[in-house]
């Protein structure tokens, strides 16, 4: 029974850190006409989380081997609220890009946490099972995302979007305080955190190599392309990140493994996960954008009729589940990429038609698909990894899942500045995603895990 408490209380941590991926989407129009935000600052409210999010994951994954799991959520689940509290009382539109950065901290701390104990407290035969029943919980997070932003936004204040994780983050952080994880589930293994020096040069470079090249993306469309801080922008991104893999594969103990890549299963699920992510972050930041920019609906409006992307997903999740756990994760993940590739397909072919009936197939149908390209990938992942190396893993696979995010993020924003296209924006994250789905096809994905441990 305490495993399963401890399943739910979990879930309520990754549809935390979910829900506040994409839950300012449709507060975005009125946060920057408050704040008197440009388009390009209104988008920094969501890339600042996801940036964040995305370069500290892997450390946190990397934590999750090393330190008691209940100290991480009590430090993650404190640092989360806190900042969702900032965000709420932001006073300026750069206060709140800071206070939602603030907030990816919190979120990077928490989120290889559910996928690291899940390994651990469920044996190898019901693991998929596990995983189906938390992402189908986290989905009900993620599937209310629309509505609590649509309905907070339309109805209070955009404010409350930020309020509302408090109770969920005490809810938490109460039922690790009464029954956390004990014994040898609390740590990946024998050593500690004092066994690893700390990689700072891999975290300073991660950190400021993706900050400048999303910076250099982002601002282009302002500051000009042949603009001089645009390309020195991207040259300082480019150099640090390049310092960063050679940091990463020169030490013993890097803050990302690049090895695990040498596992085609390993390095298949990381592109897998990142290309969905950039694909989700499209659908539902300026799916919202268009909603209520060219469609005319009304945020709370806009909420429910973005919902239809996630009605299924709490169904499909569980499904997948047991279905990885049946068949292995490749057949599920070959069901689920068409699903999601050609909703992308129709949903660019049909939006220059400004008629919301005509995509509403093609986002029931995507959501349905998400949990089997999700699921399937992350178990093909962990489970070619040793067990003690798993949390670290996930960090890994997390921290590619948010890359997919906050780089998506980026050159959509960029794109859409530019050319004020929604057709163009779904067609780049289409065209990618069809160039995921013929990899794993033909190269990449293994019929079933090679390394599953009991």
Not at 102 to 118: D, N, R, S, V
Not at 328 to 340: E, F, K, S, T, Y
Not at 411 to 431: D, E, M, P
């Amino acid at each position: 029974m305490h495993r399963w408490v401890l399943l739910v209380a979990m879930s309520f941590i990754l549809g935390l850190a979910l829900l506040d991926e994409t839950v300012v989407s449709l507060a975005l129009p009125t946060i920057t006409e408050e704040f008197g935000m440009s388009l390009t600052g209104a988008h920094w409210v969501v890339n600042s989380y996801l940036l964040i999010f995305s370069a500290l994951v892997a450390l946190g994954g990397k934590l999750a081997d090393l330190v008691n799991i209940n100290y991480l959520v009590f430090a993650g689940i404190i640092v989360f609220s806190l900042a969702s509290l900032a965000c709420g009382f932001a006073p300026t539109g750069n206060f709140l890009i800071g206070a939602r950065a603030a907030q990816g901290i919190g979120a990077a701390i928490i989120f290889p946490l559910p996928i690291a104990t899940i390994s651990r407290i469920f044996p190898a035969k019901h693991r998929g099972f596990a995983f189906g029943v938390y992402a189908s919980i986290a989905c009900i997070f993620m599937a209310s995302g629309p509505l609590v932003s649509g309905y907070f936004t339309s109805e209070l204040s955009w404010r409350w979007i930020f309020w509302v994780n408090l109770p969920m983050s005490l809810l938490v952080f109460l039922v690790f305080a009464i029954a956390p994880l004990k014994g040898r589930h609390a740590y990946g293994g024998d050593r500690s955190v004092s066994d690893y020096p700390f990689d700072w040069l891999g975290i300073t470079t991660l950190l400021a190599g993706l900050f400048f090249f999303v910076m250099a993306i982002m601002e282009a469309p302002d500051w000009g392309w042949e603009d001089n801080m645009t390309i020195w922008a991207g040259i300082v991104g480019i150099a640090a990140l390049t310092l960063f893999v050679w940091n990463e594969l020169s030490r013993k103990n890097p803050l990302i493994q690049l090895h695990f890549f040498k596992d085609p299963s390993f390095a298949v699920a990381a592109f897998i996960v990142f290309q969905t992510q950039f694909s989700k972050i499209v659908l539902f930041i300026f799916g919202a954008l268009y909603f209520q920019e060219a469609l005319g609906f009304p945020p709370l409006v806009a909420g429910i009729a973005l919902m239809a992307a996630l009605m299924l997903n709490p169904v499909t999740a569980s499904m997948s589940g047991v279905l990885v756990d049946k068949y292995g994760p490749r057949a599920p993940a070959m069901w689920g990429l068409p699903l999601v590739t050609g909703s992308m397909i129709w949903i660019t072919a049909f939006i220059s038609l400004d008629n919301y009936w005509l995509l509403l197939p093609a986002l029931t149908v995507w959501g349905a698909g998400m949990p089997f390209v999700f699921l399937p990938s992350t178990k093909s992942a962990l489970e070619s990894v040793d067990l003690e190396k798993r949390g670290q893993a996930s960090g890994v696979m997390i921290s590619f899942q948010m890359l997919g995010g906050t780089i998506g993020m980026s050159i959509s924003s960029s794109v859409f500045i530019a050319t004020n296209s929604y057709q163009l924006v779904f067609g780049i994250a289409t065209a990618l995603m069809l160039l995921c789905y013929l990899l794993a096809y033909f190269y990449f994905l293994k019929k079933d895990s090679t390394k599953t441990q009991k």
